[in-house]
């Protein structure tokens, strides 16, 4: 199975200053404003969404770039995960009345924390020239439309259309380039996962 995935979606991460954008309207919205600290992306971040760490030297949020380009849907929750943690650490019930209060219902989805285990972000995007078809790769290399290889061959081969970049973060590369390989079709489809912020 192809994972093509609709047009437009994951055109790339929001910018820092986007990012807050999105806290200053939740902090106005459920905090008074209150809260401070700084958020950052990180390109390291394996074992959790986000990450808060509250220090009298200035509050930071984390966020994995692995998990916002999988889930761009989910960041927003992300970010009110990791801000909830400004006032209540751990998952208790400091946690889980603070999530309610902010409109929040503290399910698995919202409240567990373990292991995000990402696989690699998907950096590429692939078109097929001939049906338009769109597939994200982690890593670039010679990728067939599955559809259209039959009739058409080599001419299905898939372009490169995009690469998604991380705002302030050093160009993607490839380290592990497979690109000999010969491809029809890809990976299969993921469905998301359960939220797992930090
Ligand atoms: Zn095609
Ligand atoms: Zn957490």
């Not at 047009?7 to 954008?21: N, S």
């Not at 801000?83 to 889980?96: D, E, K, N």
């Amino acid at each position: 199975m192809t994972t093509a995935l609709p047009k437009g979606r994951l055109v790339r991460l929001p910018t820092v200053a986007e990012l807050h954008a999105v806290f200053d309207r939740l902090n106005r919205l459920h905090f008074g404003g209150r809260l401070k600290a700084r958020l950052e992306w990180s390109t390291r971040l394996r074992t959790t969404a986000g990450k808060c760490v509250v220090s009298p030297r200035g509050n930071v949020i984390r966020l994995a770039t692995a998990f916002a380009s999988r889930y761009p849907e989910l960041l927003e929750r992300l970010i009110l995960h990791e801000m909830i943690h400004l006032v209540a650490s751990g998952h208790g019930a400091a946690f889980r009345a603070e999530a309610r209060r902010c409109g929040v219902e503290p399910g698995p989805d919202f409240m567990h924390c373990p292991e995000f285990a990402p696989r690699r972000p998907y950096r590429y995007r692939y078109t097929c020239p001939i049906c338009g078809l769109e597939v994200l790769r982690r890593r670039t290399g010679r990728w067939y439309c599955r559809s259209c290889a039959a009739r058409h061959g080599r001419a299905a081969r898939l372009r490169l259309s995009r690469l998604y970049v991380v705002p302030g973060a050093e160009p993607a590369g490839d380290q592990h380039p497979q690109h000999t390989r010969h491809r029809y079709g890809g990976d299969h489809a993921h469905q998301p996962e359960q939220l797992k912020p930090g």
